[in-house]
């Protein structure tokens, strides 16, 4: 608790930077620590289903963040965007980011190792969305209030579901958004050439997970 609170303390900046740090550090001993794992190898019909659901989620992730670029572009410091997927979530982005973090776990073969990322990365998100909260109550106030109180934190409502008739769009946000969707989609060639590496000898799996 006295760390969450170490962190609400922090300028939104400094918080952020920390944060990029922090999830730099985090993802090359994920990295490392996945050389060393494989999937169960007495089911290879099951790896492969896994692998199959997790490109699908991938895929999801990338749709799902191009549809909050569209709403949330460029707008974020400047209102409240309460429509689209805003309205069924406060934090669609970082909803979709976890289920890329799942995706890109499951690229692995093992149902184990993508819930692990989907959850630790929904974890790590929570945090951050705790600090953004309270920029967001200073800088908005009763407006930020009431969309706090009407929409979850993070998992979805697709009951509240509602949408402006026009949206303005700026192409280069949609673009930044599908250029940075690429560091999932680099995940299945990644660990294809992990998988191949390990079952030619060169990296011994000490450890399999279903």
């Given amino acids: 608790m006295n760390i969450l609170k170490t962190l609400d303390n922090l300028p939104l900046d400094s918080f952020q930077s920390l944060r990029r740090v922090v999830l730099a550090v985090a993802i090359l001993v994920a990295i490392t620590a996945?050389?060393?794992?494989?999937?169960?190898p007495n089911?290879?019909?099951l790896h492969e289903y896994v692998e199959a659901v997790g490109t699908a989620l991938i895929f999801a992730a990338i749709v799902g963040r191009v549809w909050c670029t569209l709403y949330i572009g460029g707008r974020k410091?400047?209102?409240?965007v309460e429509a689209g997927p805003y309205s069924i979530t406060r934090n669609p982005l970082y909803v979709f980011s976890a289920i890329g973090a799942a995706?890109?776990?499951c690229q692995t073969g093992s149902m184990v190792v993508g819930l692990a990322f989907g959850v630790f990365t929904?974890?790590?998100f929570l945090i951050v969305i705790r600090r953004e909260e309270i920029h967001l109550a200073e800088h908005f106030g009763a407006a930020y209030?009431?969309?706090?109180?009407r929409v979850p934190r993070f998992w979805p409502?697709?009951?509240?579901f509602r949408d402006d008739q026009t949206v303005t769009v700026q192409p280069r946000r949609i673009y930044s958004t599908?250029?940075?969707?690429l560091v999932f989609v680099i995940a299945i060639p990644f660990f294809e050439t992990i998988e191949h590496v390990q079952n030619s000898g060169l990296l011994p799996i000490v450890l399999h997970l279903p």
């Avoid at 599908?178 to 969707?181: F, N, R, S």
């Fill in 145 to 149: 209030a009431d969309y706090r109180a």
């Fill in 122 to 124: 929904a974890l790590a």
């Fill in 77 to 80: 410091a400047q209102e409240i």
């Fill in 178 to 181: 599908l250029l940075d969707g």
């Fill in 43 to 45: 089911h290879p019909e």
């Fill in 103 to 105: 995706g890109v776990g």
């Fill in 34 to 40: 996945l050389l060393f794992l494989g999937s169960e």
């Fill in 157 to 160: 409502n697709f009951a509240l």
